[in-house]
């Protein structure tokens, strides 16, 4: 909890400190599209993993550097996580398995911005690491054959305790990504790679990262 305190005042600082030398400020939300890599002994638990739909929100700030080169950064929160949908038949016998983990993250980019203008229209690609740390979360499961459902709902512990916790807080990676500012309106298309194994248990080679795929519509105040 301390950890998840830290980072939340510092990336309220950090967007607060760089808006004062900000070229401009944007509130921006959209679509999440996630999944989760998870693997054990060199066999992978993805195979069936299906793309998790979910969100993101937040502000980040522009901070100019030289020419076409800026610096972005900001806090978001954003959603991490997988979705399963099996159904498996055998001697007339069917078994549906559904489940689905969603997480949420504070996030904070820290994004090298090259920024061209055409015409009315300006046009940017960004590249650089983020660092989240995972807020809260939730996983459910729904088994249903031969007419009966089991299901079942918990909530995501994290921590390093294999023993005691599902994941690991602290996410961090590389983002890439491009958009478009037309009049202040943004569009933007990023795809987060996770590069922290987040997985709460180590042994057996276990690893466990976040892959995002992120489409935002956002406004942009200030700037030329």
Same mark, same amino acid.
């Given at each position: 909890?301390?950890?998840?305190?830290?980072?939340?005042?510092?990336?309220?600082?950090?967007?607060?400190?760089?808006?004062?030398?900000?070229?401009?400020?944007?509130?921006?939300?959209?679509?999440?599209?996630?999944?989760?890599?998870?693997?054990?002994?060199?066999?992978?638990?993805?195979?069936?993993?299906? =793309?998790? %739909?979910? /969100?993101? &929100? #937040?502000?980040?700030?522009?901070?100019?550097?030289?020419?076409?080169?800026?610096? @972005? *950064?900001?806090?978001?929160?954003?959603?991490?996580?997988?979705?399963?949908?099996?159904?498996?038949?055998?001697?007339?016998?069917?078994?549906?398995?559904?489940?689905?983990?969603?997480?949420?993250?504070?996030?904070?980019?820290?994004?090298?911005?090259?920024?061209?203008?055409?015409?009315?229209?300006?046009?940017?690609?960004? =590249?650089? %690491?983020? /660092?989240? &740390? #995972?807020?809260?979360?939730?996983?459910?499961?729904?088994?249903?054959?031969?007419? @009966? *459902?089991?299901?079942?709902?918990?909530?995501?512990?994290?921590?390093?305790?294999?023993?005691?916790?599902?994941?690991?807080?602290?996410?961090?990676?590389?983002?890439?990504?491009?958009?478009?500012?037309?009049?202040?309106?943004?569009?933007?298309?990023?795809?987060?790679?996770?590069?922290?194994?987040?997985?709460?248990?180590?042994?057996?080679?276990?690893?466990?990262?976040?892959?995002?795929?992120?489409?935002?519509?956002?406004?942009?105040?200030?700037?030329?």
């Amino acid at each position: 909890m301390r950890l998840l305190i830290k980072l939340a005042l510092l990336a309220a600082v950090v967007t607060i400190a760089t808006s004062a030398l900000a070229q401009s400020v944007a509130l921006k939300g959209g679509l999440n599209l996630s999944i989760m890599l998870i693997n054990v002994n060199d066999d992978s638990f993805s195979d069936y993993f299906k =793309l998790n %739909p979910g /969100f993101h &929100v #937040g502000a980040t700030v522009d901070v100019p550097v030289a020419g076409i080169f800026s610096l @972005e *950064t900001g806090a978001l929160l954003s959603t991490r996580g997988f979705r399963i949908n099996e159904k498996e038949t055998s001697d007339g016998y069917t078994i549906e398995m559904k489940e689905t983990m969603n997480l949420y993250y504070l996030e904070v980019p820290v994004m090298a911005k090259l920024t061209f203008d055409v015409g009315s229209v300006k046009i940017n690609g960004i =590249l650089g %690491p983020y /660092f989240g &740390v #995972g807020l809260f979360g939730n996983a459910k499961l729904e088994l249903s054959g031969g007419g @009966e *459902t089991f299901k079942d709902e918990y909530a995501i512990h994290w921590g390093s305790d294999e023993a005691e916790d599902d994941l690991k807080r602290l996410d961090y990676g590389a983002t890439i990504g491009a958009g478009v500012d037309i009049s202040g309106v943004l569009l933007g298309v990023t795809y987060n790679y996770g590069l922290a194994n987040i997985s709460a248990y180590t042994e057996d080679g276990a690893t466990t990262n976040n892959r995002t795929l992120a489409i935002s519509v956002g406004y942009r105040f200030g700037g030329k």
